[in-house]
């Protein structure tokens, strides 16, 4: 990289350090036919190694029940990588030096003959780190984890204690309560140890979620800032212009409080508001994000219902595209009360962040899709410009903008020139694009290069996600048995249901909106 500005020095590498080198390994993936390995694992693994990150040898075995050859799995692969590859088009040359390496094993998931199968197809890769360094991806549903999990120990592939490493990546819906994430915890340490398990968590692989550590940690002007005495309160919006479409049938078992609060939006926050590790290391990192988690405070049914707001979207039409109500949804009941939005008021009960409202928002069907994270600072006294400028002077924010115009700005006021005192707010502004150019790496390139070197710092450790669903539940609680009302309701293509609004103006708050690209 060409250093355009001699006086700053680059600090090269991942955060203070250099990774070390990969050692070469198999990933099995289970569930190999599905979605997931299609659209998102082989395009990460293709252009690893493309951009020459994978480890110096590798294999790839896809385990599904399907029948099908290497050739013609090879073959499915490449026509989705078409389809799918972040850089098009694929080029032939990588492809064909790459898809060397995978292979297809047919099998049933509770069939034991399939493991040995697996087994033997491991074994013919010699005795070796081939066969000792296995990633397992569990790319099945979570109700298949003990299965699989025990199977593989009982093939002899998943040693506790052996000469390689063996790992185990899920993902979620991690469970549907903190009872069944318990259960899930319990089946899948039952032969392993929680050092092997590896809970991804996508966002955790972006980009702009990675430099929140960095933003924070690395910055003495904001970090001096990054408190009660200078913030009044933090909004983390994740909106999104897509409804739920043909997902009706699991979103009516999730609702958007299962599946973006419990995971993306409380990773979010409490890489935000957590104090600064120790270290960099996995363990130092994931002690503070769980204390942040813990220090959220408990919800009771009444607070359920002042600081927590649902809504369902019904007809409407988002930038000129019509869209039906969530209850005309395929596989959606018609008096269906699950939420297509959440919004709420979350108090930390610590030292920095004591009586700061932290309000979170998420939903489908919004007028655009945008992810961030507004500090929204306090005003100053205003004493000088009352004249001029009234009660309106702006007060300062910082947002981070998350996806998609990757950047962060800074907004603060400044006097309108002329011969009048006037100010409006101005803006500063990085962009990742501007700064670094277009590369963008899909989340799960990153993660999954993390699994293969055995850095858990970016995936949720048991206690992590166990304590996000303790507040997740005492919302459910909270809202058991109660119909949805008239003010959470919200057309599609909207910001939402009026209760969203009444719960930031309690407070003489309001949401900020994220703007579109332009
Ligand atoms: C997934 C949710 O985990 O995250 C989806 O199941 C959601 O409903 C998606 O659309 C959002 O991810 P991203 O990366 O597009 O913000």
Request: net charge neutral; glycine share 8%.
């Amino acid at each position: 990289m060409i250093n355009a500005n001699p006086e700053v020095e680059f600090c090269h590498g991942d955060i203070g350090s250099e990774r070390k080198p990969l050692m070469p390994c198999t990933i099995v993936i289970f569930g190999a036919s599905g979605d997931l390995t299609a659209r998102k694992l082989i395009p990460a693994f293709y252009h690893l190694f493309k951009d020459k990150q994978m480890p110096p040898s590798f294999r790839v075995i896809g385990f599904a029940r399907r029948e099908k050859t290497d050739a013609s799995w090879r073959a499915e692969l490449r026509a989705a990588l078409d389809q799918f590859s972040r850089t098009k088009p694929v080029d032939d040359k990588v492809w064909h030096a790459f898809a060397e390496n995978l292979s297809y094993c047919q099998g049933d998931l509770t069939d034991e003959a399939a493991y040995q199968k697996l087994e033997a197809q491991l074994t013919s890769f010699g005795s070796g780190p081939l066969r000792e360094n296995i990633l397992f991806y569990l790319a099945v549903s979570p109700s298949q984890f003990g299965d699989v999990v025990e199977q593989i120990h009982h093939t002899g592939l998943l040693n506790k204690e052996s000469t390689g490493w063996q790992r185990i990546v899920v993902e979620k819906p991690f469970g549907h309560d903190l009872a069944s994430a318990h259960a899930l915890n319990r089946e899948l340490t039952r032969y392993a140890h929680e050092q092997q398990v590896f809970r991804i968590d996508h966002y955790l692989g972006k980009e702009t979620v990675q430099n929140i550590l960095m933003f924070r940690f690395s910055n003495s002007i904001f970090e001096k800032l990054w408190n009660r005495n200078s913030v009044d309160h933090v909004q983390i919006t994740v909106s999104e212009k897509l409804g739920v479409g043909e997902r009706g049938g699991y979103y009516e078992e999730a609702g958007a409080l299962r599946d973006m609060v419990q995971n993306h939006m409380l990773q979010v926050l409490s890489l935000i508001a957590m104090e600064p590790p120790v270290s960099l290391e996995a363990e130092a990192v994931r002690d503070e994000k769980v204390k942040l988690l813990k220090s959220i405070r408990a919800l009771s049914a009444a607070d359920v219902a002042k600081q927590i707001v649902r809504g369902q979207y019904f007809a409407g039409n988002v930038g000129g595209d019509p869209r039906p109500g969530y209850r005309q949804e395929t596989k959606v009941k018609p008096d269906s009360n699950v939420e297509t939005y959440v919004a709420m008021k979350l108090l930390i009960d610590n030292w920095r962040w004591s009586g700061v409202p932290f309000y979170l928002r998420t939903g489908k069907n919004l007028p655009l899709s945008a992810s961030e994270v507004r500090i929204q600072f306090r005003p100053t006294p205003n004493v000088l410009f009352a004249a001029q400028c009234g009660n309106n002077l702006d007060a300062n924010a910082l947002t981070l903008r998350l996806q998609p115009d990757e950047g962060i700005s800074l907004r603060f006021n400044g006097k309108i020139p002329g011969t009048t005192l006037g100010a409006r707010p101005v803006r500063m502004n990085f962009s990742y694009n501007t700064e670094f150019g277009a590369y963008t790496p899909e989340a799960y390139e990153r993660l999954l290069l993390e699994a293969i070197a055995g850095d858990a710092t970016l995936f949720i450790r048991r206690d992590e996600v166990e304590t996000a669903w303790q507040i997740v539940d005492s919302i459910r609680a909270g809202w058991e048995g109660k119909a949805l009302t008239n003010r959470e309701f919200y057309a599609a293509g909207t910001w939402g249901p009026i209760a969203a609004d009444d719960l930031l103006s309690q407070l003489g708050h309001t949401w900020h909106e994220p703007q579109a690209i332009k």
